[in-house]
């Protein structure tokens, strides 16, 4: 009887061990069969990116392909303020960030406080500015710079031009935005780049943002660039470009001519003032105009200054203004003084003051 109870013990315990054998099979199988599932979903997730608070960027992962966490922005807030752009995009900055203003070439923007400018134009631009990174600071401090050229051609098909380069180029990221800055049009070009090192085979990127607009003849472009892939921080920095009021030159003067030199437009003017002793319906001997400096100014003329005849009021291409100035037969246009507007040595606008 004993020996009967000690069988069906051992039986008993047999039939255990065998069972927890088929539930841990069973288990790593279901493990395993689960991980290849897994690796198959990682294998199926798209390739597209979420863009972070901070700037950077996430991917979808395994098993549900659903975009990673964006990873937490710690330390204390930093104090900003508000800037509204010409552009109308309103931008939160820090508030130690600097202005950098230059009124003869009406702009401004804003800048962190680490970043020194020197001057930096050369002979293809009027005027730039560039930024020095001290060897001693954080690699990914920012490259900022600006340049104002004169436009070649009219300021519409500079842009187009612009546009149509930035389309093509490959980059891992690349935006092209049509924007204006206050009236003027421009063109926003966001981008990150991927250059391998030509030791070791290592892959950095770079993240670049791009203003191009253009006013009063001139060319403006802006640009911010910094290591890695976050866009933020620069796209701060743009958008704070802005155009200020430049009160213009406003004279009166006698064209004596017009001329074509290097691809560019000028006038010769004699400058005029309005007899103190003229009154409208008077009779003057000495005339409605005096010249009290016969000295003659060479200033050059924009392509798009809007030019104006008088008597009625009527507004004239430059080719027909040429035309009066160039031919040989008489016009009384050549002796009227003409109302002049200079914005940086440039002349904006011929209005002519028709005197009977």
Known sequence: MKKQNQKGFVSAVLLVILGVIIVGGGSVYIISQKDVINNIKNLACTEEAKLCPDGSAVGRIAPDCEFAECPEISGAEEETTSVESDSGVVTNIPSDWKTYRNEEYGFEFKYPKEITFSQSSTFRNVFGISSWINQNSDENK?????????????????????KNLADRQADKLNIVQEIKIGKNPAIKHSSVRLTVSDMGGGVSSTATVALSTFKNNYLYSFYCSQNGDNLESCDKIISTFKFIDIEPEKHTGLIKKVYEKDGKIYLDIDYVELNPHFYPGGN???????????????????PDAEIFLDAPLTSITFLKFQEIFTSDSYSIHKSNPWKIII????????TEKFVS
């Not at 920012?142 to 612009?162: A, C, F, M, R």
């Not at 914005?343 to 011929?350: Q, S, W």
């Open 343 to 350: 914005i940086n040595n440039i002349i904006i606008n011929l």
């Open 284 to 302: 003057c001997e000495e005339g409605v105009y005096q010249n009290n400096n016969p000295k003659i100014r060479t200033i050059e003329v924009s």
């Open 142 to 162: 920012h490259n900022v710079g600006l340049s104002i050229s004169l436009l070649n051609k009219s300021g519409e098909q500079t842009l187009k031009d612009t």
